[in-house]
């Protein structure tokens, strides 16, 4: 199976002719957006939990030494917070390179922090996809992110960057600060390791 989900996601044409689309962020697109929106919104979605079982060959990692980043995991009653931008259905086309590592469009139900609902897009990862990871000890995820470095710059950022943004939409996330408490301990313990390795 190939990892890349690009052409899979051109074929969804369910918004083409929107003027615009909500899209969820749960991950990176949290805090670095890299493409044009018409409206930022703290929003949620039901259902769903993030979790760091997702392998990243192309943005955090390497093909041989693939890093562990956010992808969201079908659980009952669960909430998970983010960001919702909304967008023209035009950018899609970049976001799909961008998700291309195994991530498929959903369209799922957003709930605005205001109250105010709406349909939109969460790229989801799946456990059928190539780059599944799956589930492991926090500590063996940490790990990994640890040591893990690609394009996209060291593995650790991501984690780092994304648990300072759901601090500041004040999101209690014990998945994602487990994994940041064992990161930082692991850095704390090899001083001048810029590699983390």
């Known amino acids: 199976m190939t990892l890349d989900t690009t052409a899979l996601n051109r074929r969804m044409t369910h918004f083409d002719q929107h003027?615009?689309?909500?899209?969820?962020?749960?991950?990176?697109?949290i805090w670095k957006a890299g493409f044009p929106y018409r409206e930022r919104r703290p929003a949620s979605i039901r259902g769903w939990t993030r979790r760091f079982w997702q392998a990243s060959?192309?943005?955090?990692g390497t093909p041989e030494a693939p890093g562990r980043v956010a992808t969201l995991v079908a659980e009952a009653g669960a909430v998970c917070h983010g960001m919702a931008y909304r967008i023209t259905p035009d950018v899609f086309?970049?976001?799909?390179?961008?998700e291309k590592?195994?991530?498929?469009r959903v369209i799922t139900e957003l709930t605005f922090a205001d109250g105010?609902?709406?349909?939109?897009?969460?790229y989801i990862a799946g456990?059928?996809?190539?780059?599944?990871?799956?589930?492991?000890p926090e500590s063996e995820i940490a790990r990994r992110i640890a040591a893990s470095h690609g394009p996209s710059g060291a593995n650790r950022d991501y984690l780092l960057?994304?648990?300072?943004?759901?601090?500041e939409l004040g999101v209690d996330d014990p998945h994602v600060f487990t994994l940041e408490r064992e990161l930082l301990a692991l850095l704390r313990d090899r001083p001048g390791r810029a590699d983390g390795a």
Do not use: C, I, M
């Open 19 to 29: 003027d615009s689309v909500w899209l969820f962020g749960y991950g990176s697109l």
């Open 57 to 60: 060959h192309d943005h955090r």
């Open 93 to 98: 086309a970049p976001l799909d390179v961008r």
């Open 101 to 104: 590592n195994g991530y498929l």
């Open 116 to 122: 105010g609902q709406d349909t939109g897009v969460v």
């Open 127 to 136: 456990e059928d996809n190539a780059a599944f990871a799956g589930p492991a």
């Open 161 to 167: 960057k994304l648990a300072e943004a759901l601090r």
